[in-house]
């Protein structure tokens, strides 16, 4: 497997090329956003990992230059800032994934995995119940094709009930899988949360989709009329 590194920060860079070869990798480095976009528009690259601030091209002209031209390899963004509008930005051109600096290297290891296993297309993966939509590699959640923004824990628990449509979830099993603890009835994070999903994707629209099932946790599903 080929990987593109293009990264300006001669440190930052050394260290992925080290990095990523150690872990098996083909790995080729540019220093900045011209030679980085020359390289992965002629060499056979399986993944692009494209720093944001680079010199003569920056990562997002590189980015739109290669989707542009119709190159599908998937890109890993990396930003040093956590600014939303960058990812936002990022994302919407067409990057499948980024990284805000500083990172862990074994976690850039596995997101590359991640990314490598998914394969060169990058289909748009959907979540959808009725009207609502919800777009796996941009982040984005439409209903009735309005965009509703959501935090990363809402977009999660979004992510698990459409997963699990129709199923009910425990509370105990939400707080595993998006809080990443065990449950402890004295907190209400989990009804807290589900409250402001609600307000967002449920309040203003009809059919409501989210249903509390009473002592046992919540379902998403089309509601059966009475
Ligand atoms: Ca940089």
Redesign the pocket.
């Known amino acids: 497997m080929k990987i593109l590194i293009v990264?300006?920060?001669q440190k930052t860079g050394d260290y992925l090329k080290q990095g990523l070869s150690e872990a098996g990798f083909v790995a080729d480095l540019a220093r900045d956003g011209l030679d980085g976009l020359h390289l992965a528009l002629t060499g056979d690259y399986d993944l692009l990992v494209l720093?944001?601030?680079?010199p003569k091209l920056d990562g997002w002209q590189v980015l739109q230059e290669i989707r542009h031209k119709g190159k599908q390899l998937p890109v890993l963004f990396l930003t040093a800032r956590d600014q939303v509008e960058d990812r936002v930005k990022g994302l919407e051109y067409g990057a499948d994934d980024y990284l805000v600096k500083p990172f862990a290297f074994s976690e850039l290891l596995a997101r590359v995995r991640a990314l490598l296993r998914r394969g060169r297309t990058s289909e748009p993966e959907l979540l959808q119940i009725a009207d609502l939509e919800l777009d796996l590699l941009r982040r984005r959640v439409t209903r009735t094709g309005k965009r509703i923004d959501l935090t990363a824990k809402e977009f999660a628990l979004l992510e698990l009930l459409l997963r699990r449509q129709g199923e009910v979830l425990p509370r105990s099993l939400i707080a595993s899988q998006i809080w990443d603890m065990n449950f402890d009835s004295d907190t209400n994070v989990i009804e807290v949360a589900v409250r402001r999903l609600r307000a967002k994707i449920d309040d203003s629209f009809e059919p409501k989709l989210i249903r509390t099932v009473r002592g046992m946790g919540y379902v998403l599903e089309i509601p059966v009329p009475e």
């Open positions: 990264e300006d920060e720093d944001v601030m680079l």
